[in-house]
Nanobody
Framework: VQLQASGGGLVQSGGSLRLSCAMSAPSRMIFFFNQMAWYRQAPGKQRELVASITKSGSTNYADPVKGRFTISNDNAKKIVFLQMDSLKPEDTAVYYC???????????????????WGQGTLVTVSS
């Protein structure tokens, strides 16, 4: 199972970017997503939650990005997006996608939890 994040790059302050994160997995695997999220880590800082969306569609945003970022997803296609508008230099960071949930065990009955991370995509906002 892999998460492939894309869409990062260099943008001027006030600009926009759209990040995507797609999950690739063997077709035999069935996933039940509980939450998809984006985190970011700026140089010298800890990784922090940027936005999340639950299986019911409820969203949550970190205070610094409220009103500027929008998270959305397509569970069927196993993709999560982050639309980032009105970008600021302080948004500069490596952005990581994260998905958690359950998958049907390949051996025996029942479900097993999963927690996958993408490789990160760099967003640089110039002033």
């Amino acid at each position: 199972v892999q998460l492939q994040a894309s869409g990062g790059g260099l943008v001027q302050s006030g600009g926009s970017l759209r990040l995507s994160c797609a999950m690739s997995a063997p077709s035999r695997m069935i996933f039940f997503f509980n939450q998809m999220a984006w985190y970011r880590q700026a140089p010298g800082k800890q990784r922090e939650l940027v936005a999340s969306i639950t299986k019911s569609g409820s969203t949550n945003y970190a205070d610094p990005v409220k009103g500027r970022f929008t998270i959305s997803n397509d569970n069927a296609k196993k993709i999560v997006f982050l639309q980032m508008d009105s970008l600021k230099p302080e948004d500069t960071a490596v952005y990581y996608c994260n998905v958690v949930g359950d998958t049907i065990k390949e051996v025996g009955p029942g479900l097993q939890p999963f927690d996958y991370w993408g490789q990160g995509t760099l967003v640089t906002v110039s002033s």
